[in-house]
């Protein structure tokens, strides 16, 4: 291992480089899928706005026949009148205009939430089937592009990473060539003494292997120091809205080392092979 | 050991109609100028390649189509002795014949055993713990011979074996082999040393440019030497 060192830090560096991307681009999906899932939570409610004037019965109607759909949490009234005050609210200090109103415009509501948004679309198909309905609106327009932004961003990594762990393969593969070709004449040897081809690769593999590790241990120590000086700096400095959504270095640890050494390993090994494959062809 | 062989090779046609019956403990000299096709012949038996038409046993077991992953085993049946010697330099002697024994799998303690006595069997045992560029060619032919018996094979190659070697350490190196062979181990040695298949008297196999063109017993070098 210690013959063509070059090669061997080559090989190492480059493993590293791979898994570093990988976990920049795990943690930014992780992120990414927080801030999904929060925005999801936020964003669970359909407002069901409703005809003006409808019977006590068409309102007990509605509200059973939405909670007989799946996935709905809640059903809230909301008068014509609460919901002035809510615009009141919002609108603060301009809210004493509302009082000059002689009449109030805004309908009756139900307010609506439901435990996963994806359920939304049918449901609000459902409502907007039945009597005395106005219009409905919900926020599964946000929700859709958070959801394609994490796609797009999940599918950019996968083709880097899938660019890179092709890159690390062949840098490998030449390391484990040099180092091959170096004990040809051992190989030579062993082969015509009747050694298996395993026997043979054995130790070739481990060596792609500890290659694989060893890059894998720099990167998970890069990513995690790195990633953690990032965490904690943007805490002090009280981005809150955009650390809201990061996830805590000290929860991913396990995986990402787990993920790492696995990777690492296994590129290591597939190099190895790689380039053991034309050599022991008899 | 029955060896019924009967090879071609296409392409460059290396080999024609090779029919040959090597039998248990027998010596066969196998001689012919450069290019008659004795390595290709040798590389056969080795299964270093392929077998184009006919078939080849060894062992009374058919090895003319094997699947790779059985070349190993069937390498282990025959001993290979080359004109370079192939042995690892930095390993010592008695680390190179244990080496052989390693890769097979051998336990260690029949590597203790067996190694020194093969040693001794070549008198080799003084040089145990020399590396070899500390030997002269004949020791390290013998080392390399050591070694390729060591895992007791039924057969022995050797591929110009005294090719490096003066006629006084080539003798020492045909005594070697002439005693392996007394033990029962076949031997087929390729050798372009007139002198040593005239003084040996065993059977001789002669090939020129792929075709066979004499299997003698007891023959020599040459027609013209035998027919004298």
Known sequence: MWRNRGMGLASVTSISAVL???????????????????????????????DDDLSSEALDNIEESVKANPGVISIIFRSKEQALEIMKDDWAEEGYLLDGLEENPLPDSYIIKVNDIVLADKLVNNIKALDGIEEVKYYKDV???????????????????????FVSIFIISNTIKVAVSSRRREINIMKYVGATNGYIRGPFIMEGVMFGFLGAIISIGLVYYGYDYFYKSMNAKLYALFTFYLVDPKIIFIDIAIIFLTIGAGIGALGSMISLKRFLNV | MTNIAKEYRNGVIALYDINMEIHKGEFVFLVGSSGAGKSTLIKLILKEEGI???KLFLDGMDITRVPNRRIPYIRRKVGVVFQDFRLLPNKTVYENVAFAMEIIGARPR????????????VN?????????DQLSGGEQQRVSIARSIVNNPPVLIADEPTGNLDPDTAAEIMKVLMDINNRGTTIIMATHAKEIVNTMKKRVIALDSGRMVRDEEKGGYSVEISDI
Do not use: C, H, W
Not at chain 1, 144 to 159: H, N, P, S, T
């Open chain 1, 20 to 50: 570093m991307i990988l976990g920049v681009v795990l943690i930014l999906v992780l992120s990414i899928n927080n801030a999904v899932l929060d925005t999801k939570l936020k964003f669970d409610e359909i407002e069901v706005f409703l």
């Open chain 1, 143 to 165: 929700i859709d592009k958070l959801l394609i932004f994490a796609g797009y961003i999940q599918f950019a990594g996968i083709v880097i990473i899938g660019i890179l762990v």
């Open chain 2, 52 to 54: 184009t038409r006919g």
């Open chain 2, 110 to 121: 029949e590597i203790r055993r067996r190694v020194p006595t093969i040693l001794s069997m």
């Open chain 2, 124 to 132: 080799l045992s003084k040089k145990a713990s020399s590396f070899p």
